[in-house]
Each structure stands twice: as C-alpha cells, then as structure tokens.
C-alpha cells in the first residue's frame, strides 16, 4: 500500500519556524515530482513548491518564496518543508505530493497525496 505521511505541524508565533516532513512508502518515488500544498479554511488547496526528482530543480508560490525552503532525500524516500517567517496566512492543513508532473502547480497531475498536516500561526 502506498502511502504519504506527513508530520511536523503544530502551532507556531508569527515569525516563527516549522519543518514539515513527508514519508513515503509502498514504492519509491525518487523518479517522481515531490511538492506540498496547502489548504486553508474556506479557501481551496494551492500550490506551496515542488521539488523535482534530482533536486535541481525546485519552484515555490510566490507567497512562500524567500521563506520556505523544500528538500529531498531519495534515500529515505522523503521530502521536507523548512517554513520560517511563518504568517497568520500560512495557516493551513499542509499536504504532501507525489507524481510525474509537467505542470508542476496542477494538483490533478500529482497521483498521489498524504492526509495533511495542519499549522497555526498564531499572532
């Protein structure tokens, strides 16, 4: 069975810092996309980054760029979100993503998603 897990949400000051982690297992995806989005409340899912199977190649929202930082390890089958500067607006149940993608910010292109991992930034 395939499955994404993600951890590392909680409830965080503004300005202030979090890592998201998500393990995958079931099958390697170190040939696949890798990204997060994230969903707040009332709002839909959106793109937060991606993160391209050799790691060379990495896009973020501009709402989060310059702030987050996405990463990878194909050993461990995992990919990371470093969030720092967090604001009120990151509030969000943040997801995990896998998949061949061409266009990475297009969610119906990622196969495959973890339950999500909630973050309060609180002021």
């Known amino acids: 069975q395939v499955q994404l897990i993600e951890s590392g949400g909680g409830l965080v000051q503004v300005g202030g810092s979090l890592r998201l982690s998500c393990a995958a297992s079931?099958?390697?995806?170190?040939?696949?996309?890798m990204g997060w989005f994230r969903q707040a409340p009332g709002k839909e899912r959106e793109f937060v980054a991606v993160?391209?199977?050799?790691?060379?190649?990495?896009y973020y929202a501009d709402s989060v760029k310059g702030r987050f930082i996405i990463s990878r390890d194909n050993a461990k089958n995992a990919v990371y979100l470093q969030m720092s500067g967090l604001k009120p607006e990151d509030t969000a149940v943040y997801y995990c993503?896998?998949?061949?993608?061409?266009?990475?910010?297009?969610?119906?292109?990622?196969?495959?998603w973890g339950q999500g991992t909630q973050v309060t930034v609180s002021s």
């Open positions: 993160i391209n199977r050799s790691s060379l190649s990495k």
């Open positions: 993503a896998a998949g061949t993608v061409s266009y990475y910010y297009n969610q119906n292109e990622y196969n495959y």
């Open positions: 079931g099958r390697s995806f170190s040939r696949d996309a």
